[in-house]
């Protein structure tokens, strides 16, 4: 979503991409590799054709070097993605999403649409299922109450799009309930 520079409050997508790609993956690499320390964490021995649990950033640059396949999440198939798009249009509250799908979704489909099953029909549901739940957010932001903003289920993507409008909201919300208080306030001394 494109913001004004007054808005630019919040962390940017390809920032959310970034901590993204700390969350595990399962990969069949195609070389062997002794287990390798990083920062992060070790991880390894990779052994053919073992799977292995690895960063989602180690898993895509193994990929690009064409020296593994990374195994996509059970939920990035489409029978899941379908199930979860008629609920996001048919109930009212948010379905339940892993916190960062839409970011790893869009590092696999960028990096590997040749591992996942249906890429096309995948990218696409996840654009239905992302209108689906910017449509509740706007909704939810509509009915929003000075006291508290109930919207379970968020993912990372949800909030951190939506944090700049809730701050601004929320500001506004608050002096606006103050105002009436502090005129009682004055019309009784």
Known sequence: MALPPSLRTSITPPELELVATEQL???V???????TAFISGAYGPLRPPTKCKVPLWMASNLKLKKKCHIVPPTWLNVEFLQERLLR????PSFSE????????????????????????????LLKDIREARQAKSREGLSKLDHNELMLPNLCAMEINEIRPF????????????????????????
Request: cysteine-free; hydrophobic content about 45%.
């Open 88 to 91: 996001e249009t048919t109930d």
């Open 29 to 35: 690499p195609l070389v062997s590799m002794e287990r």
């Open 166 to 189: 809730f701050i601004r909201g929320m500001g506004v919300l608050t002096q606006l309930a103050r105002e009436p208080a502090q005129v009682d306030a004055m019309d009784q001394m």
């Open 25 to 27: 993956v399962e990969i």
């Open 97 to 124: 999403m892993p916190f960062r799908f839409a970011e790893i979704a869009k590092i696999l489909l960028d990096v590997a649409p040749d591992d996942v099953q249906n890429p096309d029909r995948i990218r696409t």
